[in-house]
């Protein structure tokens, strides 16, 4: 073999002996762009619908305390059965407003 013909096939050989490690590099670069673009964006949302969910729970919590709160400190005041009825009486109205504010079903031929 002449010694420029060693020259080429050894520069090909160069580049032959680098393709599995390009070809690596190229699945790892190609699997971080595809895991970026899917699997960190939905852990992020996941992360935020978790902290929103917690944050509704306690929201409710603090919800209920408070109107046992002020049932029982409105029990002291007025008595019971006062209270009983304004608790119930601003339930039905809130009820009532909700209840204007649905949007009825549309009409189905069966």
Request: hydrophobic fraction near 60%; glycine fraction near 8%; charge should be neutral.
């Amino acid at each position: 073999m002449p010694a420029a013909d060693r020259g080429v096939a050894s520069t090909n050989l160069a580049v032959m002996d680098d393709y599995p490690a390009k070809i690596a590099d190229l699945l790892e670069t190609t699997a971080a762009r595809v895991r970026s673009m899917t699997v960190d964006r939905v852990a992020g949302w996941a992360s935020w619908a978790a902290a929103g969910v917690v944050l509704a729970i306690i929201a409710l919590l603090v919800v209920v305390f408070l109107l046992v709160g002020v049932f029982r400190l409105l029990g002291e005041l007025i008595g019971v059965e006062v209270t009983y009825a304004a608790f119930g009486g601003l339930f039905v109205l809130v009820g009532l407003f909700l209840w204007s504010k649905r949007k009825p079903r549309p009409a189905t031929e069966d």
